[in-house]
Each structure stands twice: as C-alpha cells, then as structure tokens.
Antibody, heavy 120, light 106 residues
Framework: EVELVESGGDLVQPGRSLRLSCAASGFTVSGNYVSWVRQAPGKGLEWVSMIYSGGSTSYADSVKGRFTISRDNSKNTLYLQMSSLRAEDTAVYYC??????????????WGQGTLVTVSS | AIQLTQSPSSLSASVGDRVTITCRASQGIDSALGWYQQQPGKAPKLLIFDASTLETGVPSRFSGGGSGTDFTLTITSLQPEDFATYYCQQFNSYPTFGQGTRLEIK
C-alpha cells in the first residue's frame, strides 16, 4: 500500500530556513515522480516542486532559487529545503506521487500534509 | 503558463441532485485534465484523469468530459459525502490547478 508521511512543519520567522521530509512506503521515490504541493489557509492548491525519476527537478516561479527538492533513495524519503521564507509561504505542504499517464501526470497518492507558518 | 478557470466558485445543492462543474484552460490541452476532491482538513483525492477516466474505486456517479479548452465534472445523485471542494489540474511542462469549486449542502 502506498503511503506518504510528511514531517518538519513548524512556526518559523521570515528569512529563516526549514526542511520538510516525506517518508514514502509502498513505492520507491527513486523510480517515480514526486512533488510538493502547498495550500495556503483557506486557499487553493499550488504546485511547488517536482523531482523526476531520473533526478531532474522543477520549481514553481514563486519558490525558484529559494526552495530545493531532493531525495534520499536509501531512506526512500523526499525532502524540501526551504530558505528565505516569506509570510506568503505559510501553507500546508503536501507531498504527492505523480503517476505518469499517457497524456499527463496526475497526483494519485498524497500525504496528510504538514503546516508551515512563517511569522515573526 | 496554462491557467485553469473553474466555474462556479461555489455551488449549493441538495442530496440527490445532479451538478456540473466547469474548468476552462487558457489554451488547448487535448484531454490532459484531472479532477480532485478535497474534504475539509484532508488531502486531495484523484477522481478522474485524462478528462474522463475514473480512478479506481471512485463511484460511477462521478463523470468527466471535454477536450481542448473546456471540461466538465458531473456528479449525479449527490451523496452527503460528495459535499467538498473540487479542483481541476493540468500538466503542461508543470502542473497547475484551478482555483476550486466549493460544493455546499443547500
């Protein structure tokens, strides 16, 4: 059974850094596409970053240069290193596996989310 | 970047009703569109992919249609557990989501 469990969310001051983790089971992060998707309080879903099975990465413009996605294949865990945090980064952060269908990628499994609050 | 616009933003309906939510893409995306359901405080759940294919385990009262720029999610005979927020999603270079449609009980 596929499972994703996020951790690391916290209250952090603007300008500081934070690292989120997502422990995967039931599949390998190295063999799949895995993403971070966030949701600000009372708002919609916003894709943040993706790491592909080959190791390449992509980022939303809103976080490019500040966030870094990575994975530890030995721990089957996904990470999101966030730096220079801003108030607008406040959100629940979900990790999600992206399934590669014929036409596109779709997020077929999600974690429960971890809350990041950026405030002084 | 391809933008997705959902309508309506919110919708009130009763158990047993049929409802339709629309998602419009800013440019053609063939049939490369998914629909998600999100209950309050929960993670989203994939309902439909490739515009009209039901994800395993999703009840048949959910259906999707459309191609190009205009897509629909239809729920027939609404059940109490269907009152939630629904999002469309596309992937062209990178994923984007619609702004969401909140389905409330009338």
């Amino acid at each position: 059974e596929v499972e994703l469990v996020e951790s690391g969310g916290d209250l952090v001051q603007p300008g500081r850094s934070l690292r989120l983790s997502c422990a995967a089971s039931g599949f390998t992060v190295s063999g799949n596409y895995v993403s971070w998707v966030r949701q600000a309080p009372g708002k919609g879903l916003e894709w943040v970053s993706m790491i592909y099975s080959g190791g390449s990465t992509s980022y939303a413009d809103s976080v490019k240069g500040r966030f870094t996605i990575s994975r530890d294949n030995s721990k089957n865990t996904l990470y999101l290193q966030m730096s220079s945090l801003r108030a607008e980064d406040t959100a629940v952060y979900y990790c999600a596996r992206a399934r590669n269908q014929w036409l596109a990628l779709y997020f077929d499994h999600w974690g429960q989310g971890t809350l990041v609050t950026v405030s002084s | 970047a391809i933008q997705l616009t959902q309508s309506p933003s919110s919708l009130s309906a009763s158990v047993g009703d049929r409802v339709t939510i629309t998602c419009r893409a800013s440019q053609g995306i063939d049939s490369a569109l998914g629909w998600y359901q999100q209950q309050p405080g929960k993670a989203p759940k994939l309902l439909i992919f490739d515009a009209s294919t039901l994800e395993t385990g999703v009840p048949s009262r959910f259906s999707g249609g459309g191609s190009g720029t205009d897509f629909t999610l239809t729920i027939t005979s609404l059940q109490p557990e269907d009152f939630a927020t629904y999002y469309c999603q596309q992937f062209n270079s990178y994923p984007t989501f619609g702004q969401g449609t909140r389905l409330e009980i009338k």
